[in-house]
Every structure is written in structure tokens, then in C-alpha cells.
């Protein structure tokens, strides 16, 4: 079974709908994190968790809402989904700062 | 100006070639440095740490030079199966910070 394990895989949608994708590991680790990759842009930073009551915002935050059921599942929330936000989003886990991310084998949003 | 820069490429070799990229950072408090392997579609996954001055796993070998602020990735005997992008990637003040990424193609 993979450490990080994203869900759904795929996902296509309507304007307007509100979506959420989940996150669980089974790695033990305190941070968490969600980004959202698009064609030359890199992967982005949308928020980002070190333990269980803390949440913080990343580069692009606006749209989204996260929350952190436990340590090991973290969701990411559209709450009104734009056709912008089709993207590939992965999210990744580390153990402590400075420390290398583990990722979840993404999941591929289309917004329609 | 963005924290973590890499020439996007694409970088075409022929197996066998030694090919090297370089990568520059911004954040000269950066401690950690790693470097990550993506293909197409797919997640980031760790290529190699580097800590130090750099280290070699394999055909690969990593340079830290902080005086300058850049890391490179040197591949030696180069594979099909290495043609991917590859992340630079520095520690931030909280998070890690990723470059876009510098696409390797490598043909018969």
C-alpha cells in the first residue's frame, strides 16, 4: 500500500460544485502539505499543516479550504469550483522542517 | 525573484552522455537541498539529498556550492529510462521551496 494516498485519482466536475479531495499516510508524519501543479508554473503551495490544530496558508490559498480530521488525513476543500482550478494536485508529507516531502500519486482535476 | 531557478530545458542527449544542470537559490538561510525526479504526470520523488558539500549515489552526483548559491545535478552514463524533469528543490522558512523543474530527454 502506498505511504500517501490520495482520493480520488480523477475527478471531472462542474463550475460552481463544491469538491473535496482527501489525503491519509500511514508514514507518522506531523506535516502535512497540498500543492497544486500546472503546466509551467511548478508546483504551488496552497496550505500546508504541521500538526493536527495548526493550519497555515501557502502561495495560493484563495478558493480553498483545508481541514486536519488527524494526523494522518489532511482534505483539501473547493467550496465553488472554477474552471482555473483544473489543475494536477498532490498531497505530500515530511517529517520534520527541513526534511525532504513524500508525495501522494496526485489527482487529476477537471473543471468544466 | 523567485526563490529556486532551473533552466526548463529541454535537455536532448544520447545515452551514454554526461549531462549536468545547475539550479540557483535565493535564500541564503537555506540549510537542506534535495533534488527530485517527475515524470510526465506523474508525483515529485526524492532523487537525492544534499546536505553538504554534495554527494554521488550511484551515476548521479550532487554539488552544493554555498558561496555562490547554487546546487547542481551531474548524470553520468545517461539512461532512456532518466529522461524526466527534474526539481531543484531548497528549504524555505517553514516549507520547501521548488524549482519549476529542468525537463532531461535522452534518446537512442
Known amino acids: 500500500d502506498a505511504d500517501v494516498t490520495q482520493t480520488p485519482r480523477n475527478r471531472i466536475t462542474k463550475t460552481g460544485k463544491r469538491i473535496m479531495l482527501e489525503c491519509s499516510q500511514t508514514?507518522?508524519?506531523?506535516?502535512m502539505y497540498w500543492y497544486r501543479q500546472d503546466p509551467g508554473l511548478g508546483l504551488r503551495l496552497i496550505y500546508y499543516?504541521?500538526?493536527?490544530?495548526?493550519?497555515n496558508k501557502g502561495e495560493i490559498s484563495d478558493g480553498y479550504s483545508v481541514s486536519r480530521q488527524a494526523q494522518a488525513k489532511f482534505s483539501l476543500s473547493l467550496e465553488s469550483a472554477i474552471p482555473n482550478q483544473t489543475a494536477l494536485y498532490f498531497c505530500?508529507?515530511?517529517?520534520?522542517?527541513?526534511?525532504?516531502?513524500?508525495f501522494g500519486d496526485g489527482t487529476r482535476l477537471s473543471i468544466l | 525573484r523567485k526563490e529556486v531557478e532551473q533552466d526548463p530545458g529541454p535537455f536532448n542527449v544520447p545515452e551514454g552522455a554526461t549531462v549536468a544542470f545547475n539550479c540557483t537559490y535565493s535564500?541564503?538561510?537555506?540549510?537542506?537541498f534535495f533534488w527530485y525526479r517527475q515524470d510526465c504526470r506523474k508525483e515529485p520523488k526524492l532523487l537525492m539529498s544534499?546536505?553538504?558539500s554534495g554527494n554521488e549515489d550511484g551515476r548521479f552526483t550532487a554539488q552544493l556550492n554555498r558561496a555562490s548559491q547554487y546546487i547542481s545535478l551531474l548524470i553520468r552514463d545517461s539512461k532512456l529510462s532518466d529522461s524526466a524533469t527534474y526539481l531543484c528543490?531548497?528549504?524555505?522558512?517553514?516549507?520547501?521551496?521548488f524549482g519549476k523543474g529542468t525537463m532531461l530527454l535522452v534518446s537512442p
Open positions: 505530500a508529507t515530511s517529517d520534520l522542517s527541513g526534511q525532504p516531502q513524500h
Open positions: 508514514k507518522g508524519h506531523d506535516r
Open positions: 499543516s504541521f500538526d493536527v490544530k495548526d493550519i
Open positions: 535564500n541564503s538561510a537555506s540549510q537542506s
Open positions: 544534499v546536505y553538504s
Open positions: 528543490v531548497g528549504s524555505g522558512y517553514s516549507t520547501l521551496t
